[in-house]
């Protein structure tokens, strides 16, 4: 960490870390065009934002860190040269990060519809999250072909399947638990906080069922120019919020308290 970085740490309340942090990471293309240069060369410049931001969320403390590397939707509507950069770079990274990974304890694993990648990225993908396996630390996620939809699609279509293998439809259970239990993040918390780079206000069919009570922070700043030190700000940002899960603030659950026990003492 750096002098600002650690400024930035000192300035938190490491009681009340995020426990799960999810990052829509946007702006490669544009910070690229602001310098003259091709789409592909802000995908390489975000490889280093992902680095900082990886390595400062496990080493503050954070269980989990979830990236959207990679939608659905990208797959289908980008060009294929871009597609296919993008695959290459995933495959460096993964060769090349599997050491720093394992030297900060982290867990890779991935969500999204794997089988669809190509064979040579599923390969690579296996091999990195299998030599990180036995790690105990922070569980980093990449969302690979992510789509929230169809990460909702395919909950129902395990619960269809898991009730017609158990004598049928009076056997579907459909709860909140039982969605939970079967999306691709049944074994991380709900994000606490979702964070997204250069300043759209969108959730992109990330996570839309597990960022249901997460507080949203829209930073200005492009994913290349995204370091550990953004990602602090953000948390110091998270900190100051309120969290009210569809309840009252605190202070007007004591008003309203207090307003009933005023108007009871009256009657
Ligand atoms: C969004 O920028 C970014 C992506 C679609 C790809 C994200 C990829 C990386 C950060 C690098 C590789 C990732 C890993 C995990 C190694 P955009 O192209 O939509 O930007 P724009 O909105 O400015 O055009």
Redesign the pocket.
């Known amino acids: 960490m750096d002098r600002k970085e650690s400024d930035a740490y000192l300035r938190l309340d490491s009681a009340r870390l995020p426990q799960h942090i999810a990052i829509i990471?946007?702006?490669?293309?544009?910070?690229a065009?602001r310098r003259h240069l091709p789409?592909i060369a802000?995908?390489r410049a975000?490889?280093a934002?992902?680095r900082s931001t990886v390595e400062t969320a496990a080493r503050i403390g954070i269980p989990a860190l979830t990236?959207y590397?990679?939608?659905e939707e990208?797959w289908k509507k980008r060009p294929k040269s871009e597609v296919d950069f993008?695959m290459r770079?995933?495959c460096q990274?993964l060769k090349a990060e599997i050491k720093t990974l394992n030297g900060n304890n982290i867990r890779l694993r991935y969500i999204g519809r794997q089988h669809e990648l190509p064979d040579i990225v599923q390969r690579e993908m296996a091999e990195a999250s299998e030599a990180t396996a036995a790690n105990t630390g922070m569980i980093l996620t990449?969302a690979l072909n992510y789509s929230a939809r169809s990460e909702i699609v395919d909950a129902f279509r395990a619960l269809a399947e898991a009730a017609s293998r158990n004598g049928g439809l009076s056997h579907l259970e459909v709860t909140e638990q039982s969605i939970s239990e079967n999306l691709y993040t049944r074994d991380l918390p709900d994000p606490d906080l979702v964070v997204r780079t250069?300043g759209?206000m969108r959730l992109s069919n990330f996570l839309l069922w597990q960022l249901a009570y997460a507080e949203i922070y829209v930073t200005q700043t492009?994913?290349p120019d995204f370091r550990g030190l953004q990602l602090l700000e953000g948390i110091e940002e998270y900190q100051k919020r309120e969290r009210r899960y569809g309840g009252l603030a605190h202070n007007s659950a004591a008003d309203h308290a207090q307003s009933r026990s005023h108007a009871q003492s009256k009657h």
Do not use: Q, T
Not at 25 to 30: A, F, H, K, L, P
């Open positions: 990471m946007d702006g490669n293309g544009r910070w065009r789409r802000g995908h975000g490889v934002a992902v990236l590397a990679f939608s990208n993008l770079l995933l990274y990449l250069s759209e492009l994913w």
